[in-house]
T-cell receptor, first 111, second 113 residues
């Protein structure tokens, strides 16, 4: 079973717009990570947020975590065509070792 | 540094054939992982190795075996391939457990006919 589920499944925006993706999960977690996957490539780590953090920034990325709602969001500001990719959230359950990935959001940024 | 390398990049097998997917990392990471990715789905963990000398089952281990040959190398073996194992396989490594950032290889696209 998948721990994290992203929403929406697909998102198409214009260059310069902001893109928001959401992730929901089911159990208590130690941390939540976001990864990007370009077509036909491996995943690349973007950002990690720990369960005791509420918000984290990295460049044009902003991640929030609401443990009471068991959800996280990834905001990409001023999107670029190069941001076109699939984005996955991944969670590590409390007391567990395994990272569980969601099904991903496919983002398409039109130039 | 090459990071995480995987061989082969592509493979076609007939049902019942066996093969080994190779993975190596040059970052001196302790933990290594094998995932499979099916269309429209996220990655599912097949096996992982928390440290050299240890391996454990992940979410979908049936039909697979692994070997942590040394700290650098972690191989995945399909003893008798089945069409349900058609997938893209990714190897990853991290410094210590999954809390740390995982570095992924480029993937192996496997088709079983």
């Amino acid at each position: 079973s998948q721990q994290g589920e992203e929403d929406p499944q697909a998102l198409s925006i214009q260059e310069g717009e902001n893109a928001t993706m959401n992730c929901s999960y089911k159990t208590s977690i130690n941390n939540l990570q976001w990864y990007r996957q370009n077509s036909g490539r491996g995943l690349v780590h973007l950002i990690l947020i720990r369960s005791n953090e509420r918000e984290k920034h990295s460049g044009r990325l902003r991640v929030t975590l609401d443990t009471s709602k068991k959800s996280s969001s990834l905001l990409i500001t001023a999107s670029r065509a190069a941001d076109t990719a699939s984005y996955f959230c991944a969670t590590e359950e409390t007391g567990g070792f395994k990272t569980i990935f969601g099904a991903g959001t496919r983002l398409f940024v039109k130039a | 540094n090459a990071g995480v390398t995987q061989t082969p990049k592509f493979q076609v097998l007939k049902t019942g054939q066996s093969m080994t997917l190779q993975c190596a990392q040059d970052m001196n990471h302790n933990s290594m992982y094998w995932y499979r990715q099916d269309p429209g789905m996220g990655l599912r963990l097949i096996y992982y190795s928390a440290s050299e000398g240890t391996t454990d089952k992940g979410e979908v281990p049936n039909g697979y075996n692994v070997s942590r040959l040394n700290k650098r190398e972690f191989s995945l073996r399909l003893e008798s391939a089945a069409p349900s194992q058609t997938s893209v396989y990714f190897c990853a490594s991290s410094e210590t457990g999954p809390t740390a950032e995982q570095y992924f290889g480029p993937g192996t696209r496997l088709t079983v006919t």
